[in-house]
């Protein structure tokens, strides 16, 4: 079955927020990404609200709830005791972990799952006990022992770290090369019993690639290179290339 997209509202957002308006707007455009085809949404709010703001999080739970009762809205971010209330209160179907420094631009690395294991058990129970599938954001480096850690944790599924992947688009071998280790940490995930996500600077031209060496690939969720070319081709079919790039017949 083909990976399904969600789509990362937090560059459009940022832009946003650059002024003090209501545009672009954010549950508008996430409108438009599931009416084309997306089969979710994904929000990474900060403490510092730099880009997706908390009073984002109802209106985007609205949206899905009233008019897309068939997608998913994904919160990721690092699991403070604030984070953590927000999920609880906005109740997203899946919650990503990730263990991101507040004063970090983007996610740039996957969990350290041997300090942080017995931490993050208690995490992912609590957010199941509300009925929110976990993911963890894990880096794809080839490692099978880390699945095995990831597994011990109880989430049920593990987000590849593809930023490496994505950062050398124009370096084909070291393309080959990091897909490879991504594909190896991927078949440790499954052999684990996890599911497979990704996410992290994947575009249009890099996501066939990826899903060939990965055919479980169950989901991906994509920000800046989605909107950077929702402004050269709009929203709408934007969404039709990422999906089609997926492997999705759309």
């Given amino acids: 079955m083909p990976a399904k997209l969600s789509v990362n509202l937090n560059a459009i957002a940022m832009l946003r927020n650059r002024r003090d308006l209501p545009w ?6 996430g409108r438009i990404a599931l009416r084309a085809g997306a089969s979710g949404l994904t929000v990474h709010p900060r403490p510092d609200q730099r880009h997706i703001r908390f009073s984002d999080l109802p209106v985007l739970r609205a949206l899905i709830d009233d008019e897309f009762p ?3 809205f994904n919160i990721e971010g690092y699991p403070s005791e604030d984070f953590l209330a927000l999920c609880e209160a906005t109740e997203p179907e899946q919650v990503t972990l990730v263990p991101d420094d507040p004063s970090q631009a983007t996610s740039d690395h996957g969990w350290d799952l041997v300090t942080h294991q017995d931490f993050l058990k208690g995490v992912v129970s609590r ?12 880096d794809g480096d080839g490692r099978a022992e880390a699945m095995t850690l990831a597994k011990t944790t109880g989430a049920e599924r593990v987000e590849l770290y593809t930023g490496p992947y994505g950062g050398c688009y124009d370096d084909p ?41 990965i055919p479980h690939l169950a989901e991906v969720s994509i920000g800046h290179g989605l909107t950077a070319d929702a402004l050269e081709y709009g929203m709408a079919e934007t969404i039709r290339r990422f999906c089609r790039a997926c492997g999705q017949a759309i």
């Fill in 127 to 138: 957010l199941q006990a509300k009925g929110m599938r976990v993911s963890l954001f894990v």
């Fill in 24 to 29: 672009p707007d954010v549950a508008d455009l």
């Fill in 70 to 72: 068939k997608a998913e």
């Fill in 173 to 213: 071998d070291e393309a080959a090369r990091q897909v490879e280790l991504l594909g190896r940490t991927a078949d440790a995930a499954k052999a684990e019993g996890l599911q497979v996500n990704a996410g992290h600077d994947l575009t249009v031209a890099n996501l066939p690639l990826l899903v060939k060496r």
